[in-house]
């Protein structure tokens, strides 16, 4: 027991030296009162906390700390505290001030504890100032007001202990309806069973994590329907045990939109699957097209050609010169017009081939396509100099193509020079891994105001009876060189020459 003595003395009268070092040393307020609520002691934090001196506070009434406004209603409590005398707390969970000397107010949780002593039973009140943690409550809860989600926070039993705004307009309940009551207000009657199962075992083993990604979660409106959404799941520690924050985020536009997805996707892989058969059924029609011309058109020209040829070698004397014009423009334009059907047989089967890659040598491949040409100059100067060419890959066959089409070309157009020079080579292109072939020649060139037409079908530009051909042949190059994933352009001046360049796409091997 206390050794005690009148209320009214000083307290150190009546409290010994131990006890009024351990209260000083208290990091909350302490004070002491009777049955009478006569304040009979105070420590150090109580006159930091309320302003007073200890002078100004013994004996006064422990209402001179309760707010003005209270101060009425206080003496019945403390009586009814004194009736029924047990530790407990007050002001968790709802607002309770105290008053300082200046007349402010402070927000505070007080532990009561009641004390036997020979004088009769006393109370000791341990006052915490909760300024700052009702401050950071309160932003807290801005924060939480202010998301642009349903947030709904709940203690381990379930309770719903704070909503937002946008949790009241997700689920179509006020405020007033959801506090208190069970979360399981919020989902769908089909998982009521399972949710109670589900929050122990969260709260068992608590950690940040995600629910509704990659599978269907619901919530449950007030008025029975239902939305898709996805829950984020925030255990915070209190002082009152552990709590969840729930983000909630209504994720039904994002449904309807990947179900639109989904719908497109399916009706795009119809289309494909069609357009696809329709393409099959174009080639098949492309094929029965190239083997008539292959067979039906073919052979009435070479028939044109022989016979014309047969007239002329036989019948040549008999006819007059003029006569003899005319049929051997007829055998020309027949033999032309064969040329012709060649190159487009071949342009139209490019389509179809099946681009098989492999490693080549470059030069090499270049000097045989040199060699097969060597008629096409033969008694002609021409200088040809062929640089450092890089390898690759890609298919001989095709790639043998586009050289003997590149080099024909300026073997043509320079075909009026005295002396005509053809450089062959490669240079670094604009990607590191890509490198450019290039044919330079001094022909006669063309205006680059017309090079969109270069690689069309048919389309030339200069007359055929200066420079022969189909017309065909960079139409073939652009193909060939497309189907590599390459690409193929010209830069030319006229009767300064010109520059046809192509790439091959991929990684290409070190200059040999």
């Not at 199962?197 to 629910?211: E, G, I, K």
């Not at 179809?352 to 080549?360: A, G």
Request: one cysteine or more.
């Amino acid at each position: 027991m206390l050794n005690l003595c009148h209320p009214a003395a000083a307290d150190s009268t009546w409290a010994d030296d131990n006890v009024r070092m351990v209260l000083d040393a208290a990091p909350n307020g302490m004070v002491m009162i009777d049955r009478e609520g006569r304040i009979l002691l105070v420590n150090a934090q109580t006159e930091a906390l309320f302003g007073y001196s200890r002078a100004e506070l013994l004996g006064q009434p422990v209402e001179l700390l309760v707010p003005d406004r209270f101060r009425n209603d206080h003496p019945s409590k403390r009586s009814g505290f004194f009736a029924d005398p047990v530790v407990r707390s007050m002001g968790a969970g709802r607002d309770l001030y105290g008053q300082r000397k200046d007349g402010s107010e402070f927000p505070v949780e007080i532990g009561l504890t009641p004390i036997e002593t020979d004088e009769g039973l006393l109370v000791l009140s341990a006052i915490v100032d909760i300024t700052a943690r009702k401050r950071a409550e309160e932003k807290f809860r801005m924060a939480v007001e202010s998301a642009p989600n349903g947030m709904v926070m709940i203690d381990r039993e379930g309770r719903i202990l704070l909503v937002n705004a946008h949790a009241e307009a997700l689920f179509g309940y006020s405020r007033a309806e959801l506090m208190g009551q069970s979360v399981e207000l919020l989902v769908p009657e089909r998982y009521r069973n399972r949710h109670p199962d589900q929050r122990s075992s969260f709260f068992a083993n608590p950690m940040v994590r995600s629910l509704g990604a990659g599978c269907d979660l619901f919530g449950r409106r007030k008025d029975g329907s239902e939305f898709p959404v996805e829950i984020g799941l925030t255990p915070i520690a209190t002082d009152d045990g552990m709590l969840v924050l729930s983000a909630i985020v209504d994720i039904t536009a994002r449904k309807r939109v990947e179900a639109e997805i989904r719908r497109l996707n399916e009706d795009l892989e119809q289309r494909v699957l069609a357009r696809t058969a329709e393409l099959e059924a174009t080639n098949k029609e492309l094929e029965a097209f190239s083997y008539s011309v292959s067979h039906d058109l073919r052979a009435p020209l070479r028939a044109i050609v022989g016979f014309s040829g047969i007239l002329i070698s036989d019948f040549a004397m008999a006819m007059p010169d003029e006569a003899r014009s005319y049929l051997d423009d007829v055998r020309s334009s027949a033999q032309q017009m064969g040329h012709l059907v060649d190159d487009l047989l071949a342009f139209s089967r490019l389509g179809r081939l099946h681009v098989r890659k492999q490693p080549i040598v470059h030069r090499r491949l270049v000097q045989q396509c040199l060699d097969e040409l060597r008629k096409e100059h033969h008694g002609r100067n021409v200088q040809i100099h062929l640089g450092s060419l890089a390898d690759c890959q890609a298919d001989p066959v095709l790639l043998k193509q586009v050289w003997m089409n590149l080099l024909s070309n300026a073997l043509k157009y320079t075909g009026k020079r005295d002396v005509a020079v053809i450089e062959i080579g490669c240079r670094d292109g604009d990607k590191q891994v890509e490198r450019e072939y290039f044919v330079k020649d001094n022909g006669v060139g063309f205006d680059m105001r017309y090079a969109g037409k270069l690689f069309g079908v048919f389309q030339r530009l200069h007359r055929s009876e200066e420079y022969p051909g189909t017309g065909v042949g960079l139409a073939i190059v652009q193909r060939i060189v497309q189907r590599h994933g390459g690409n193929v352009w010209a830069d030319a001046l006229p009767e300064q020459g010109a520059t046809f360049c192509f790439t091959l796409g991929g990684v290409t091997s070190p200059v040999d």
